[in-house]
């Protein structure tokens, strides 16, 4: 009886232990990715964008910490603009003084016009006296002497005004290039991201293009990874492809393939043998798309790792565990 029931004991036991291997082996084939799709790691890396200030000088204020979201247009940082405003109020008692210039210059045409006026009266009225032999020749010369003195002081007026106008001109330059000046101390972000790093502090000295802040933008996602030679080969830009990260296993996240380097990573540029062709590694960047990742800033950052699916075999349907799956709140 006590053997009996032994045999029957192990005999159970090897009927649950055979039900469990195939109950996992299921699981197993469950999850088994078809063939014509590979899943190489990989580590998400947000576009970095570094902001620097074009004038050189003090930096009085960095107004995000690091982590902090800004938004395209916003004040950053500030440059000491104490001497561009003295400048600039320069710049606009310069075009002040050119304007009264131009209206002096205006007023001395009216008179020298006026004088030539008169200057070409004399000389016709003395002109006929002559013809008529009441004035004498001499008479006529100072006439003539006259009214090219007026038409020269005319054009020497209108050559001042003309300066003058120019002077106007040269004056709001300056004024339009200190104002530029005095808003490029204002530094703004060119796009909006995240702050990964504020690289100096205030009161730091900058030449012209010192670097301040640097930013990520969390639309401007990809993920590299890194393919043997056959399967590289079969995927064109464009291709579909899934990833997964490590830190959200039920988030799929739709990818696309943006670029195939079309040299090896981790071998020489010359092989001789099939087995060391077999080692070739290639260069796969997947980006995902921006709408997708305008609601997922807080989830999705860079650094993070995860699994890429990429489909080398179009004609092969994505299983149904790599449908695109995106949290709803």
Request: avoid cysteine; proline fraction near 5%.
């Amino acid at each position: 009886m006590k053997r009996w029931r032994a045999g029957a004991a192990i005999a159970l036991l090897a009927i649950l232990a055979a039900g469990i291997g195939w109950t996992a082996w299921q699981d197993r084939s469950s999850t088994r990715l078809p063939a014509g799709i590979v899943a190489p790691n990989g580590r998400l890396e947000a576009n970095p964008v570094e902001i620097a200030t074009k004038l050189p000088g003090r930096l009085v204020e960095i107004t995000p910490q690091e982590g902090d979201m800004v938004e395209a247009g916003a004040v950053v940082a500030r440059i000491d603009a104490t001497d561009i405003e003295h400048q600039l109020h320069q710049a606009q008692a310069q075009a002040a003084l050119a304007r009264q210039s131009l209206a002096a210059a205006t007023a001395a045409i009216s008179a020298r016009q006026s004088d030539l006026t008169f200057a070409r009266q004399e000389y016709d009225r003395t002109q006929a006296l002559v013809a008529k032999g009441v004035a004498a020749n001499d008479v006529l010369d100072q006439r003539r002497q006259q009214l090219d003195s007026a038409t020269a002081a005319l054009a020497a007026a209108t050559a001042g005004e003309a300066e003058a106008r120019a002077g106007i001109e040269a004056a709001d330059a300056a004024v339009e290039h200190m104002r530029t000046q005095l808003a490029d101390a204002a530094i703004t972000a060119p796009i909006r991201g995240r702050v990964q790093y504020r690289l100096v502090e205030p009161g730091a000295v900058l030449p012209a293009g010192g670097k301040i802040l640097s930013l990520v933008d969390m639309t401007d996602v990809s993920m590299t990874v890194f393919l043997p030679a056959a399967d590289a080969g079969r995927l064109s830009i464009g291709d579909e492809a899934r990833i997964v990260l490590d830190v959200e296993p039920a988030m799929v996240l739709p990818a696309s393939v943006v670029f195939v380097s079309s040299e090896a990573q981790f071998t020489p540029k010359t092989v001789e043998t099939a087995s060391e062709r077999e080692k070739l590694m290639f260069r796969v960047t997947l980006q995902l798309p921006k709408d997708v990742l305008a609601g997922l800033e807080e989830r999705v950052l860079g650094g993070l790792r995860g699994i890429a699916y990429l489909r080398v075999d179009r004609a092969v349907d994505w299983p149904a565990t790599l449908s695109v799956t995106l949290p709803t709140g």
